[in-house]
């Protein structure tokens, strides 16, 4: 399959030579230059030089990887009269220059292979043969000690040459078998559907020296970021290094590549949303048809859009290596890191490289967050206000405290509200203790049973400094009309009335206690039974 993807004709007098077709072919083999890699693809500029003879030619490059046609560019300087670019599949594995290479590399190997396994099997005849000849040690009665004690010491120490040798050349094939499976491996992974081949047909009047600039876009590349989030208690502080996992199987090696990390998508294409005109329907009851099936009479139903319900139907109307600070670039469309430094990253789908992108000190709240009524275990709480200036994205996060690491865990951006919260465990030396004070009490009153609830929170600060504590507890809320809840002492808590849940902040010096009380009293009907839950 081939498919002409651009055309540049700068004399209107030359048109498309019939020779062309038959134009000679040079390969060509780009450098890649400059990438830009998103987290999954890539836009690659490469160049490539060659003579152009005068007359018609084609140059070939092959063994792209998982090339997205439409985005190629090729720029040809200087200027050739005529030039045309084209992109071909070709029609099987044998075909790939990639396949040509790995077969040859495997047929190396197995000469190799091939080589050793003669030596070992002269070795063995060898072996053999001295084996043998063991016997003139004491069959033959004519020759002297001194003699059977030369020849007995040159067969022991052709054995063990032999022997030596033979172990030697064991590895030598094991290595040389294991290189063939695995070069096997890869010339099975070859696949037509991801591999493109680039052809630039030429024509010049004159013979000249040319660089061929090459631009697209290929989905053979990716990268993800790792955070180390180092955090210090005594400096009230923290650091943030950010590392990149690069990977890329574009078809040809990185070597020092000029790379740009992007946090964004690339878009192969731009629409504009398009609303449509929307409708609001109401039927009149009219008597059915009795032709009309009551499934088929559902299914209309479903469909018709309730506008008292803003348009939604009926179906869904149910409720750590050093790190270099590289150039960060921020646009109103996207963020790029800049790395100082070009990578070094090799064709491999199997591998990727870790490239240190920025570190910096960044705001931590040390803080001690509890909720007794789960459990009395008191966690201290990195806190990073204004989390957004610092450019992050979803990734796998290290999480170390005072220089030991603490926990793997994986950020979700989607799942952080204004301040960025990191546990860093459980500190012994603050206490609490969650208590219920008397049994409940029950009455009526009116209309409705009433039951009061009394509990009381103990927090001890056994710390020889001082610590603020952040103490959540809750209440429960009203489930229907018919249900009453009021909060009769809270001990100076913040309550959300939406979520029920109160929150204390409680400075507290070292050796200090604090009891905090939470009571409150639900009133429900006489003729049923109260659940909390």
């Known amino acids: 399959m081939k498919r002409t993807l651009a055309a540049l004709v700068l004399c209107s007098a030359i048109t498309v030579p019939a020779a062309a077709q038959t134009a000679v ?14 987290s999954q693809g890539a836009y690659v500029n490469a160049t490539a030089q060659g003579d152009v003879a005068a007359g018609p030619q084609t140059f070939v490059i092959d063994g792209v990887q998982y090339l997205q046609e439409n985005t190629l560019q090729v720029k040809i300087t200087p200027q050739v009269a005529y030039s045309v670019s084209e992109v071909e599949r070709p029609r099987s594995v044998q075909e790939l220059a990639e396949y040509k290479r790995l077969t040859a590399s495997r047929d190396s190997v197995q000469s190799l292979w091939v080589t050793a396994n003669n030596k070992l099997e002269i070795i063995l005849q060898k072996t053999e043969f001295l084996k043998s000849n063991y016997s003139v040690k004491g069959d033959n009665a004519n020759l002297s000690v001194e003699t059977l004690r030369s020849v007995s010491a040159y067969i022991d120490t052709e054995m063990t040459r032999y022997y030596g040798d033979r172990f030697k050349l064991g590895q030598e094939m094991a290595r040389y078998k294991q290189e063939t499976d695995d070069l096997n491996t890869k010339i099975g992974q070859l696949s037509v559907n991801n591999t493109s081949r680039i052809l630039i047909h030429v024509e010049n009047p004159r013979a000249q020296h040319v660089r061929f600039e090459l631009s697209y876009y290929t989905s053979a590349a990716s990268w993800n970021p790792v955070y180390f989030f180092k955090f210090d208690q005594a ?5 943030l ?15 020092g590549v000029k790379t740009q990390l992007s946090l964004n998508q690339p878009s192969l294409s731009l629409t504009l949303p398009v609303l449509n005109t929307q409708y609001a329907r109401w039927y009149q009851d009219e008597p059915r048809d009795k032709s009309l099936s009551r499934k088929s009479y559902a299914a209309a139903e479903m469909t018709a859009v309730d506008a008292a319900k803003f348009g939604r139907t009926y179906a869904d109307s149910e409720e750590t290596p050093a790190v270099l600070n590289n150039r960060v670039n921020v646009t109103d469309v996207e963020i790029n890191y800049e790395l100082i430094q070009p990578v070094n990253i090799a064709d491999s789908k199997r591998s990727s490289v870790t490239i240190p992108v920025k570190s910096e000190n960044i705001t931590a709240l040390y803080t001690y967050q509890v909720a007794p009524r789960i459990n009395g275990d008191v966690m201290l709480v990195a806190r990073i206000p204004d989390w957004q200036k610092l450019n992050l994205t979803n990734g796998r996060m290290n ?6 690491m603490l926990a793997q865990s994986y950020l979700s951006v989607a799942q952080v509200g204004d301040t960025l919260s990191i546990p860093l465990g459980v500190d012994p030396s603050i206490i609490v203790k969650r208590e219920r004070i008397g049994e409940y009490t029950e009455k009526a009153s009116g209309q409705k049973m009433e039951q009061t609830f009394n509990f009381q929170i103990t927090v001890k600060n056994n710390k020889s400094f001082a610590a603020t504590v952040e103490v959540k507890e809750n209440y429960p809320l009203s489930s229907s009309g018919d249900i009453e809840v009021q909060l009769l002492d809270i001990s100076g808590a913040v309550a959300d009335a939406k979520t029920g849940i109160l929150t204390w902040e409680l400075p507290l010096r070292p050796g200090e206690e604090r ?18 839950y």
């Open 25 to 38: 072919q040079k390969t060509l083999t780009p450098r890649v230059e400059q990438v830009k890699v998103y």
């Open 235 to 239: 400096k009230n502080g923290a650091q």
């Open 399 to 404: 999480v170390l405290f005072n220089g030991q």
């Open 515 to 532: 009891k905090l009380t939470v009571r409150y009293t639900v009133r429900y009907p006489k003729n049923g039974q109260l659940s909390v």
């Open 241 to 255: 290094e950010y590392l990149a996992n690069v990977g890329q199987w574009t078809g040809s090696n990185w070597n």
